[in-house]
């Protein structure tokens, strides 16, 4: 039997992966965990040419970790997903985690012609954050474009926002 382990971006970093990859330059800014994942995920984005020194790791959060099991191989054509296990930290960020990540924006914002703001509700994109961002964001004529697993009402003024089927419903 043969067993592989594949690490690729999830969430937010998935969005700067998929970015870079068609050419963009692209810079993260977001929470990781002060551990073996949040290293592992700031050398893949590094070594796709992704600017990283928006992250922030915050020792006492883990790093959100996306594990999904796939089933298949000797003479099956396709692999199939059979579970998926999310192990991530919902907590709001320490006051210090948020003040450096409103530091690297208000440095970062200006430099960037959009922003896009990947919300999966791990307390990171909360009420500080984007009664920073989003005003900046308009004082520098940028674009922003919310995909948003929460609340839409939170973003009021951006440029688009990206529902699921679910929430558009």
């Known amino acids: 039997e043969q067993s592989d382990h594949l690490f690729v971006p999830g969430g937010a970093a998935n969005l700067a992966y998929n970015a870079r990859s068609l050419g963009s330059d692209v810079s993260v800014c977001g929470l990781v965990g002060d551990d073996e994942m949040g290293d592992r995920l700031r050398q893949i984005l590094d070594d796709a040419g992704i600017h990283t020194a928006g992250l922030t790791a915050e020792p006492s959060r883990p790093t959100s970790v996306k594990l999904r099991v796939w089933a298949g191989g000797a003479g099956q054509r396709h692999y199939q997903q059979v579970t998926r296990v999310d192990l991530t930290n919902k907590d709001p960020m320490s006051d210090n985690s948020q003040q450096e990540l ?68």
Do not use: M, W
């Not at 009664?131 to 009021?156: E, M, T, W």
């Open 102 to 169: 409103i530091l690297y924006l208000e440095g970062a914002i200006p430099e960037y012609g959009a922003i896009v703001i990947s919300d999966y509700e791990s307390g990171v994109v909360d009420g500080p954050i984007l009664d920073y961002v989003l005003p900046c964001a308009r004082q520098n004529s940028k674009q922003v474009i919310v995909d948003s697993h929460g609340d839409f009402a939170r973003f009021q003024g951006v440029t688009a926002v990206t529902p699921n089927q679910l929430e558009a419903e």
